[in-house]
């Protein structure tokens, strides 16, 4: 009995095991057919990634150009009056009439202001006066020495009270001189700082009279200028103020001295001034310009990406692709710049004049991009720019 039980049990045991075998089996076949599936994906992916290539850039182009430009020294500088002064009184007195109005121009002579002098005029007068008395009386002193009717000493007595009557009389026709303030050279007054009626004591400030055609600039240059700075050198001018505007004169002084603690050397320019926009004190920016010219290579200065490690544009270069297109490629290439000047900068090595750079749009490239050009929506790039108010 127990020999015919276990016969039965035999082939339910044998039919589990095939049964997860089989389970086990399809199991490892579905898991590796979804591995190749994936696979075969990725290796798809990886090849669409090697063959593919990104759209062109859109850019703009300029060329590298071989120019002249004047050899210059900047400076920062400060406008000076040819001839300024503080009209002040000399004398005391009550102020009866005021000859100029604040701001006004006014020429050399010109009363200013008139101090009441009736005092003075009255004292005047009398020492008039004592002065004919006193010329007479010497007249008759010589007469009666002459004859010996009197003796040296009196002449002499006549003669220097008569000599101190003429000094009063010129002592005083001076004070009144004074009391009428005249403008000393040709300029513009300042605000007036009196009134009428107003009793000035010496020294009292008036107005400030300051002649500003034509006009100074001071600046400083360094040492090292000497070597190619004369009198007589063209400077340029230019202020915040006006900035349309530029002016030009000569340089007329330089110091004999150099500054010992900054190493610089004091210069001073002079410009014509005829509509008086420029005023002493102003801030102005001074180019001290040499006859003689300079080859630079130059380039838009919106070309170059600049860099902690060095400053960098982009070249175009001519390639073709694998369909034997010709097709334009950026190349990065570093270069050493030199002086800028408008929208303008100088190159002073790694290019050369003819090449072709990326002009706007260098940011958004990298070595070997291909580019499509559209000069269409290039800006402009010059050496003098205006910007036009719209």
Same mark, same amino acid.
């Given at each position: 009995m127990e020999t015919a039980t276990h016969s039965r049990h035999l082939p339910r045991r044998s039919n589990r095991r095939r049964v997860w075998i089989v389970a086990v089996a399809a199991l490892v076949a579905v898991v590796l057919i979804l591995v190749g599936i994936k696979a075969a994906q990725i290796r798809s992916m990886i090849n669409a990634g090697k063959s593919f290539a990104p759209p062109p850039e859109s850019v703009t182009s300029a060329k590298v150009e071989a120019s002249q430009w004047e050899s210059s020294r900047s400076a920062v500088g400060t406008l000076v009056a040819v001839r300024a002064v503080t009209v002040a009184s000399e004398v005391p007195g009550l102020v009866r009439r005021i000859g100029f109005d604040s701001g006004a121009v006014v020429r050399r002579g010109e009363v200013l202001v008139?101090?009441?002098?009736?005092?003075?005029?009255?004292?005047? $007068?009398?020492?008039?006066?004592?002065?004919?008395?006193? &010329?007479?009386?010497?007249?008759? @002193?010589? $007469?009666?020495?002459?004859?010996?009717? @009197? @003796?040296?000493?009196?002449?002499?007595?006549?003669?220097?009270?008569?000599?101190?009557?003429?000094?009063?009389?010129?002592?005083?026709q001076a004070t009144i001189a004074k009391k009428t303030i005249r403008a000393p050279f040709d300029g513009r007054v300042a605000i007036r700082q009196v009134e009428l009626g107003q009793v000035l004591s010496p020294g009292t400030l008036i107005a400030s009279l300051q002649s500003i055609q034509p006009i100074h600039v001071d600046f400083w240059l360094p040492q090292q200028a000497l070597t190619d700075l004369a009198p007589g050198m063209k400077v340029r001018l230019r202020t915040d103020v006006f900035p349309q505007q530029s002016w030009e004169g000569a340089v007329t002084t330089i110091n004999p001295e150099v500054d010992v603690s900054t190493r610089n050397v004091r210069v001073r320019g002079t410009l014509p001034n005829p509509d008086g926009r420029l005023r002493p004190g102003m801030f102005a920016n001074v180019?001290? !310009?040499?006859?003689?010219? &300079?080859?630079?290579?130059?380039?838009?200065?919106?070309?170059? !990406?600049?860099?902690?490690?060095?400053? @960098?544009?982009?070249?175009?270069?001519?390639?073709?692709?694998?369909?034997?297109?010709?097709?334009?490629?950026?190349?990065?290439?570093?270069?050493?710049?030199?002086?800028?000047?408008?929208?303008?900068?100088a190159v002073v090595s790694g290019l050369t004049a003819g090449e072709t750079v990326v002009s706007s749009g260098a940011f958004k490239l990298r070595n070997g991009a291909t580019v499509v050009v559209r000069n269409d929506l290039a800006p402009s790039a010059e050496l003098a720019p205006k910007p036009v108010d719209k």
């Amino acid at each position: 009995m127990e020999t015919a039980t276990h016969s039965r049990h035999l082939p339910r045991r044998s039919n589990r095991r095939r049964v997860w075998i089989v389970a086990v089996a399809a199991l490892v076949a579905v898991v590796l057919i979804l591995v190749g599936i994936k696979a075969a994906q990725i290796r798809s992916m990886i090849n669409a990634g090697k063959s593919f290539a990104p759209p062109p850039e859109s850019v703009t182009s300029a060329k590298v150009e071989a120019s002249q430009w004047e050899s210059s020294r900047s400076a920062v500088g400060t406008l000076v009056a040819v001839r300024a002064v503080t009209v002040a009184s000399e004398v005391p007195g009550l102020v009866r009439r005021i000859g100029f109005d604040s701001g006004a121009v006014v020429r050399r002579g010109e009363v200013l202001v008139e101090l009441d002098a009736s005092t003075e005029q009255a004292q005047l $007068t009398a020492a008039k006066a004592d002065a004919e008395l006193a &010329r007479a009386t010497l007249e008759r @002193s010589r $007469t009666l020495r002459a004859s010996d009717y @009197s @003796s040296a000493a009196e002449l002499d007595a006549s003669d220097a009270r008569a000599k101190q009557t003429v000094a009063n009389v010129a002592m005083l026709q001076a004070t009144i001189a004074k009391k009428t303030i005249r403008a000393p050279f040709d300029g513009r007054v300042a605000i007036r700082q009196v009134e009428l009626g107003q009793v000035l004591s010496p020294g009292t400030l008036i107005a400030s009279l300051q002649s500003i055609q034509p006009i100074h600039v001071d600046f400083w240059l360094p040492q090292q200028a000497l070597t190619d700075l004369a009198p007589g050198m063209k400077v340029r001018l230019r202020t915040d103020v006006f900035p349309q505007q530029s002016w030009e004169g000569a340089v007329t002084t330089i110091n004999p001295e150099v500054d010992v603690s900054t190493r610089n050397v004091r210069v001073r320019g002079t410009l014509p001034n005829p509509d008086g926009r420029l005023r002493p004190g102003m801030f102005a920016n001074v180019d001290v !310009i040499s006859p003689e010219k &300079r080859p630079v290579l130059v380039i838009p200065a919106t070309a170059v !990406i600049y860099a902690p490690y060095g400053d @960098s544009v982009f070249a175009l270069e001519e390639k073709k692709d694998p369909a034997g297109q010709a097709t334009l490629v950026a190349r990065q290439k570093f270069v050493r710049l030199g002086e800028r000047r408008g929208d303008l900068v100088a190159v002073v090595s790694g290019l050369t004049a003819g090449e072709t750079v990326v002009s706007s749009g260098a940011f958004k490239l990298r070595n070997g991009a291909t580019v499509v050009v559209r000069n269409d929506l290039a800006p402009s790039a010059e050496l003098a720019p205006k910007p036009v108010d719209k």
